[in-house]
Every structure is written in C-alpha cells, then in structure tokens.
C-alpha cells in the first residue's frame, strides 16, 4: 500500500489549502483514511479521517475550517482547510487507519501559510 501527498507547498493567510492523497495498492471503500499532520517542533496532531462508508470524522478543533471528501474513480481523499493562517503550517502526512493501527503513511508534504 502507497499513499502519496499532493498539493501546494505556500498558501497565502485566509486562503483555503487543499491537499490531495493518492492511494494504491488498497481502496480507499476499505478502511478509514485520514489526515495528520505536525508543525515543526511540536506533535502530531490529528485532523480527520474518511471512512470506507464516505462517512467524515473531524477534530473538534478544525471542525469548523476542515473538510475531507473522495473521489473513488480516483482512489484519492481530499483535505481542504480554510481561513488558514500561519499556525497552520506543518507537515500533513495522508495516512490508512486499519484495524486500530496506522499502518500506512504518505512521505509527507510541507505546506508553509505565509504572504
């Protein structure tokens, strides 16, 4: 199983950031799929996940700013973030729920919100 981040590394202050995870090796109508990610120095924070049923899950946190779709013809899930501001900047890894264990994660992409 591989996933694969995508998506624009800067995104301007009150922008909406969209970042795109392809999956192969599984369908993303088994399991669940989410989002992490982590600024630097500090941990991972959770963000979301996609579920086999296209059923969405949100931190309570970002649940305001946060959405999470799919395309199946594709086999890639969707995070879109809006209002971002420079907190937001990190490192966002897609990553497969499965079972209880996060088996399988993206390389990662940096993405930075700054003007």
């Known amino acids: 199983v591989q996933l694969q981040e995508s998506g624009p590394g800067l995104v301007k202050p009150s922008q909406t950031l969209s970042l795109t995870c392809t999956v192969s090796g599984a369908s993303i109508t088994t399991s669940y799929w989410t989002w992490i990610r982590q600024p630097l120095g500090k941990g991972l924070e959770w963000m979301g996940a996609i579920a086999y049923s296209g059923s969405t899950y949100y931190s309570p946190s970002l649940k305001s700013r946060t959405s999470i779709s799919r395309d199946t013809s594709k086999n890639q899930f969707i995070l879109q973030l809006s209002s971002v501001t420079p907190e937001d900047t990190a490192v966002y890894y897609c990553?497969?729920?499965?079972?209880?264990?996060?088996?399988?994660w993206g390389q990662g992409t940096q993405v930075t919100v700054s003007s």
């Open positions: 990553v497969r729920l499965n079972y209880y264990e996060y088996d399988y």
